[in-house]
């Protein structure tokens, strides 16, 4: 079964540091998400993207954050000048573009540890 | 303001029982109303889709009610089983924002032998 792939599952760096962490959706889905979930807390919506743009993004997702997608495969999360309460479990997560059921398919996640 | 609560942290029960999760929203028009299921250290896998002039929809041992007068959806999982043990999390989709999804916090179920 098709599934959507992440890494690295365990990112440590230093505070005000730049980190990317990587996706592969599900090759023919259109959407593609961020979402961070920091430890026991709820998973919280960072961005949408769609046909080469962001679709939507809260109010987390500021400058600091930018998302890209450099090839037909993989989708980007990019984070800039790490800072400690950026530490979480982000997830990564691709939709059929049926925005009617927008189902989504999640990474195993990348566990963000900034020191 | 805008809420989505999920009545329960945590709910034990035993073997063989229904469990009932429930899941609130204020201020929000769904349309439609999703569950997942969510493992420690692992990513949320899609289980069940209610639309919002749908009242119940089931999967096997699951099943899912939405009533948008109360604002609220009930997930049901019956004769349930310690397999079964894990964070159950609602989320909604509305129209106006169509490619977002916003979860409530989860309830923890443990299921006992």
């Known amino acids: 079964e098709p599934e959507v792939t992440q890494t690295p599952s365990h990112q440590v760096t230093q505070m005000g540091q730049e980190v990317i962490l990587r996706c592969v959706p599900i090759?023919?889905?259109?959407?593609f998400y961020w979402y961070r979930q920091i430890l026991g807390q709820k998973v919280e919506f960072l961005v949408s993207?769609?046909?080469?743009?962001?679709?939507?993004k809260s109010e987390i997702f500021d400058d600091q954050f930018s998302v890209e997608r450099p090839d037909g495969s993989n989708f980007t999360l990019k984070i800039r000048s790490t800072k400690l309460e950026d530490s979480a479990m982000y997830f990564c997560?691709?939709?059929?573009?049926?925005?009617?059921?927008?189902?989504?398919?999640f990474g195993a996640g990348t566990r963000l540890s900034v020191l | 303001s805008q809420k989505i609560e999920q009545n329960s942290e945590a709910l034990n029960i035993q073997e063989g029982k229904t469990a009932t999760l429930t899941c609130n929203y204020t201020?929000?028009?769904?349309?439609?109303l999703q569950w997942y299921r969510q493992d420690p250290g692992r990513g949320p896998v899609f289980l069940l889709l209610?639309?919002?002039?749908?009242k119940e929809k089931r999967k096997e041992r699951l099943k899912v009610t939405f009533d948008t007068t109360l604002k609220q959806s009930l997930f049901h999982i019956t004769a349930s089983q310690p397999a079964d043990s894990a964070t159950y999390l609602c989320?909604?989709?509305?129209?106006?924002?169509?490619?977002?999804?916003?979860f409530g916090s989860g309830t923890r179920l443990s299921i006992r032998p």
């Open positions: 997560a691709s939709s059929d573009g049926s925005l009617t059921k927008n189902i989504q398919y």
């Open positions: 090759s023919n889905h259109l959407y």
């Open positions: 993207f769609y046909n080469n743009e962001i679709s939507e």
């Open positions: 201020n929000y028009s769904p349309a439609y």
């Open positions: 209610i639309r919002e002039n749908e």
């Open positions: 989320a909604l989709g509305e129209y106006s924002s169509a490619s977002k999804i916003i």
